[in-house]
């Protein structure tokens, strides 16, 4: 809970500045193993994603550069799930569970997510502003992680580089 309350804090420092970051270093590595529960109560780990292609994104209900993305992820998912897409919405639910799970209705959100639990976040850290998302390949390594908004085409260039669609 103190890395939440933290990150919330340089989030909110950062929420004007526009920072962002592409592949922490330049280096593909290891995804580390995670464990969360799903808005519809399920538990998943990184193993349920073996063979495709993640976009573990790690964001909140309030974040606006978070909030014009989803658009893009709703649309690439619907694309390319069938080619072996997954997308994770991983909310830190500042605002609680059930504003997750009413947003992601409104907003018809058709990718799984649950909430980001502390484990997540120092596993995947350190995670400096949201939206975080990390690219993960299909043997299971983050190739990319990018830190603030990115238009639709920079998602669908890796993805379709990941996938080998042409």
């Not at 299971?140 to 603030?148: L, M, P, Q, S």
Request: one cysteine or more; proline letters at 5%.
């Amino acid at each position: 809970m103190k890395q939440l309350l933290m990150l919330t804090l340089v989030i909110l420092v950062l929420a004007g500045t526009g920072c962002s970051q592409q592949n922490q270093g330049g280096q593909v590595r290891p995804a580390p193993d995670f464990k969360l529960e799903t808005l519809d109560g399920k538990t998943v780990t990184l193993k349920d994603f073996k063979g495709k292609v993640l976009i573990l994104d790690v964001w909140d209900t309030w974040c606006p550069p978070c909030r014009m993305e989803i658009p893009h992820f709703i649309d690439l998912y619907a694309t390319y799930k069938a080619k072996g897409l997954v997308i994770f919405g991983a909310a830190l639910g500042r605002d609680g569970r059930e504003a997750v799970i009413t947003f992601s209705k409104k907003n018809k959100i058709n990718y799984p997510g649950g909430i980001a639990n502390d484990e997540l976040l120092e596993a995947y850290g350190p995670i400096s502003g949201i939206p975080t998302t990390f690219i993960i390949d299909q043997k299971g390594r983050i190739v990319r992680t990018y830190v603030g908004y990115r238009d639709k085409g920079v998602w669908e260039n890796d993805i379709k580089t990941l996938l080998g669609i042409k």
